[in-house]
């Protein structure tokens, strides 16, 4: 006779997660949420381990309530045992990383990996589905390598993932769409019913074919690098001619064909997705003997404009930064992570450090992973105060909301110089100018 808790799970649908980073985390932390049962495998014993004694391996805003709330009562469990993970599972998602390889392409060993894995352990029709950002094609590498093993039905579905980090629980759960790679009518049935509490206000489940769902993610995510980087050159631009891209965003953005989002202009992109996911693509069109013009000047122009300031910096002190004291503001790539991967803070503190400055840092989330990196090459510092105590100059690289609106009257007296070098145009020039700071900043005019 079944207990009760078996009866109640008979109700919902069982999914297994295989992969706890940020894409993984979340798709199964969020699936709890809507009442399925899900369980997530990794072979990170220890971060299996911190997961099942309730604690978030992670930073994501809204994560750890939903975590704890499913983990509590029930539906959200952890296992390294691929085996175990899977038994019952209706819905497999593989959110397993695709590293860029040296040149550029998407590494997809431990998805392949997975895959030859799943194949003997399947007992019952089964959606398997790539969430990860994967090269066209890879759906149909993913099902060959399960069938050489496999002896039931199943589906491979391509699922890209639109999650932004700082606001992926929100995006999850009322995403703007969902796109779905498959041309199975089974496959379909399945994940309608399991999308269906997440677009109850309408937003559309959009089916199209597993190549056309692999090459929408990618993109997408070079269409928004691209837009960045564009509003990045127009601010390099307004510099040599005297305008403020400020006003130019406002004048750009109220086009309704052209979307006020994506366009403040700062040092640049970084993060797990636009540059992996730039990189891959230009790749595969290279693959094919196309050559992505875009693509190629859009990783260029990043590259160089992660350390745009730089040059001020050594003009604004003669060349002589040895043994300046520069604070930064902001370690992590992007606001609400602690996510440093290609964060263009880790340039520049290199960069700083090479030109023999002194390098202050502080960001609420992000300084233990710069630690297992720079270790005690920089100094760490419990506020935004102590790192600028006594500093030659401040540098803002993260837009972090607490940085927006500083006490300049208390930086003043801890700033040896009141110099400001900000990759994120935090402030007004004419409020800079009033408080007599000299201010660098993106695209506009330096505050002297």
């Known amino acids: 006779m079944h207990s009760l808790l078996e009866h109640i799970k008979e109700l919902f649908m069982k999914i297994a997660v295989v992969g706890t980073g940020y894409v993984g985390l979340v798709t199964g932390t969020c699936f709890a949420e809507t009442g399925n049962y899900v369980t997530c495998v990794d072979i990170n014993e220890e971060k299996i381990k911190l997961m099942k004694s309730g604690k978030v391996p992670i930073y994501e805003p809204g994560l750890e309530d939903l975590f704890l709330r499913n983990t509590t009562e029930?539906?959200?469990?952890?296992?390294?045992?691929?085996?175990?993970?899977i038994k019952d599972a209706k819905v497999i998602f593989l959110a397993l990383p695709t590293p860029p390889g040296e040149d550029g392409s998407a590494d997809l060993k431990y998805i392949l990996q997975v895959a030859n894995d799943l194949g003997p352990l399947l007992e019952s029709y089964t959606?398997?589905?790539?969430?990860?950002?994967?090269?066209?094609?890879?759906?149909?590498?993913?099902?060959n390598a399960i069938s050489k093993n496999a002896k039931v039905d199943f589906d491979v579905v391509s699922n890209p993932e639109f999650l932004r980090e700082g606001v992926a629980v929100e995006d999850f759960m009322k995403p703007d769409r969902v796109v779905i790679g498959t041309e199975s009518e089974s496959a379909k049935e399945v994940l309608t019913k399991l999308y269906a509490p997440l677009v109850?206000?309408?937003?559309?489940?959009?089916?199209?074919d597993e190549r056309s769902a692999e090459m929408t993610k990618y993109a997408a995510n070079a269409f928004l690098a691209t837009k960045i980087t564009?509003?990045?050159?127009?601010?390099?631009l307004c510099e040599l001619v005297g305008a403020n891209v400020d006003d130019i965003r406002r004048?750009?953005?109220?086009?309704?064909?052209?979307?006020?989002?994506?366009?403040?202009a700062g040092i640049g992109y970084g993060g797990s997705c636009f540059p992996k996911d730039v990189q891959a693509l230009a790749k595969t069109s290279e693959e094919n003997n196309y050559q992505f013009h875009i693509l190629d000047s859009v990783m260029k122009v990043n590259e160089s404009q992660k350390t745009k300031l730089l040059p001020q910096i050594v003009q604004h002190f003669n060349s002589d930064l040895k043994g300046k004291k520069i604070a930064i503001w902001g370690l992590a790539f992007?606001?609400?992570?602690?996510?440093i991967r290609e964060a263009p803070a880790l340039y520049n503190i290199e960069a700083l450090l090479e030109l023999g400055c002194e390098v202050h840092v502080y960001d609420p989330e992000a300084m233990p992973n710069v630690e297992t990196i720079l270790g005690d090459k920089i100094t760490y510092c419990k506020s935004p105060y102590e790192t600028i105590s006594d500093a030659d100059a401040l540098m803002i690289v993260t837009e972090w909301p607490q940085f927006r609106t500083p006490d300049f009257e208390k930086m003043e007296s801890l700033l040896k110089n009141k110099v400001i070098f900000d990759g994120r145009n935090l402030y007004e020039l004419p409020q800079m100018r009033e408080l007599g700071y000299t201010y660098y900043s993106i695209g506009r005019a330096v505050v002297k």
Not at 334 to 339: A, H, I, W
Request: proline share 5%; charged share 25%.
């Open 127 to 143: 959606v398997i589905i790539d969430k990860s950002t994967v090269p066209v094609g890879t759906s149909e590498l993913v099902k």
């Open 251 to 264: 004048g750009i953005g109220t086009d309704s064909r052209i979307g006020k989002r994506f366009l403040f």
């Open 200 to 208: 109850r206000q309408g937003n559309p489940i959009i089916f199209m």
């Open 74 to 85: 029930g539906r959200l469990t952890f296992t390294t045992n691929l085996k175990e993970g």
């Open 334 to 339: 992007k606001p609400y992570t602690d996510d």
């Open 230 to 236: 564009f509003m990045n050159e127009i601010a390099n």
